[in-house]
Structure formats: structure tokens, C-alpha cells
């Protein structure tokens, strides 16, 4: 099994600053890509950001120019600056890794983390 903790959400003003990290642990071979995705009430999780395990990286336009994902592998964790917040980032936000547990099975497995609360005031 895989756990995924994430931390690093709280509550900011609009303009400000964030930093989500989230660390898995467990039976890990490799991660394949880790993503954050957030959800607000009565919406659809929506993608925020993902990176590869080659580097390739995708945002949603909502958040080009002011967050940065990053990951460092050694420590199986990715994170997410977030900068120039807006209370329309105000959201739950949830990591996401896709892992593949063994040398010895190619198959890979989705996890996710528990979320963690951003809230941006005005």
C-alpha cells in the first residue's frame, strides 16, 4: 500500500502565498507523475497541475504564470508554490501520484491524498 500525506494549506489573503507538499510512503518502485487537483463544493475535481517523471509539466490556465509544481524524487514528495493567490483559488486540494509499487509488476496504481484546505480571502 501507498499512503499520501499532504500539508501546507491554510488561510491567506489574496496576493499572497502558499507551498502544498505531499510526501508518499510505502511499497514504492517509482512514481510515474504527481499532480495536484482541487475541488470546491458542487464541482468537479479540476486538474491545477502535473508533472512527469521526465519533467514534462501541464497547468490549467487558471494558474499559469502563478503557481510552480516541482518533485524530488528521492524523497517521493511533489510540491506545489503557490503565488499571487486569488479567492478563486480558494478550494480543497488534493494530491495525486501514480505509483508503480514492484520491479517485478509494470502495472501502476492511482492514489490520492486526503486533501488539505486552501482558502484565499479578499
Known amino acids: 500500500q501507498v499512503q499520501l500525506v499532504e500539508s501546507g494549506g491554510g488561510l491567506v489573503q489574496a496576493g499572497g502565498s502558499l507551498r502544498l507538499s505531499c510526501a508518499a510512503s510505502?511499497?514504492?518502485?517509482?512514481?510515474?507523475?504527481m499532480g495536484w487537483y482541487r475541488q470546491t463544493p458542487g464541482k468537479q475535481r479540476e486538474l491545477v497541475a502535473e508533472i512527469t517523471s521526465g519533467g514534462s509539466i501541464n497547468y490549467s490556465d487558471s494558474v499559469k504564470g502563478r503557481f510552480t509544481i516541482s518533485r524530488d524524487n528521492a524523497k517521493s514528495t511533489v510540491y506545489l508554490q503557490m503565488n499571487s493567490l486569488k479567492p478563486e483559488d480558494t478550494a480543497v486540494y488534493y494530491c495525486k501520484m501514480i505509483v508503480r509499487t514492484t520491479a517485478a509488476n509494470t502495472r501502476t496504481y492511482q492514489y490520492w491524498g486526503q486533501g488539505t484546505q486552501v482558502t484565499v480571502s479578499s
Open positions: 510505502g511499497s514504492i518502485f517509482s512514481i510515474n507523475s
